[in-house]
């Protein structure tokens, strides 16, 4: 796009520039420049036209602005969240990568529209969960690892634990959950698949030992079977929750989409009462968040979870 525009403005200057001219001052070959040149006037629609007499391409009609630098509402928009989600990975290697690329799609835009990244700071804010400075190293690790496909070992402190155990993995997926980054990977000593907080990490190591990545795994999917991160490889059990929403619980969950599979039906007419719908496979995350609601929810369904909420809300009882 670059080169596209250096030809753009050399015709929009009059200066009648031919493929030998363009291609030496651009340093390519001519035939890039006539597919450059064909792609600007059939993709992009600019009324390009090559003058025999003066031996030069030229714009047959008004050209005001290079269109691909145009930007609606919606595009606007995008580009504020895609940069919004570098700042989760910031301070890595790989925000460095992904931030140089950002930064070559939008050089030639910024300046031919009418903003700019303060006034977007400005207009825009996102608040979420601030990563951990200590951890940005070893997300730096563990995601070359998953491309390189090679083994590591960390100790790993889980939640009910009273101290942090040797794990010997094969890493497949990093996943944002809620603020928080995951590492799914293959537990090496109980033959299965695992899910890491990386906060609970610690001496973590990449091996130079080297694997295959399974065919048949998909992080996306994998995240996908759990309301948030829990999830037990092998336990193929499958639970439809039903449960009703009243007043602002109601409003948030007609705004709001808490999971993939989710389903909204509205049970009246002022929509102060809905039911909401998914599919999940485990159910510990699901009943913390029901119980955020309060009063404001009812478990429907399935039973497991009912019994769940109830032996909960007695030991709160008990104090």
Known sequence: MHRIYEIHASIRSGALPNCST?????????????????FMRDTLGLPVVYCDELHGYRYDGDVADFPVFQISTEELA??????????????????????TAFANITRNMLGRIQFTWSDLDEAFSHKSVQQDPSQIKPFGQLAKAILDQTE???????????????????PLHLGEVEGGWYLIAHDLDRDALRTFALPRMSQLQVLQTRFERPADFNGT???????????VAGDDSRYIVRLELRNYAARLAQERRWHPTQEVTVLD???????VRFEVGRLEEVMRWVLSFGSQAKVIAPPELVKMIRKEVRAMQKG
């Not at 363009?22 to 064909?38: F, G, N």
């Not at 301070?91 to 931030?99: K, V």
């Not at 999917?221 to 999830?231: C, E, R, T």
């Open 22 to 38: 363009l291609a030496q001052s651009l340093e390519v070959d001519r035939k890039t420049i006539q597919r450059d040149i064909s």
């Open 78 to 99: 995008t580009l504020f969240f895609t940069r919004t989600a570098l700042q989760g990975v910031r301070g890595t290697r790989l925000a460095d990568a992904l931030g």
């Open 152 to 170: 590591t070992t960390f100790n790993y402190h889980k939640l009910a634990g009273k101290g942090a155990e040797p794990r010997k993995v094969r």
């Open 221 to 231: 999917a994998y995240l996908n079977k759990s309301f948030g991160v829990w999830n």
């Open 269 to 275: 007419d002022k929509g102060n009462k809905v039911e």
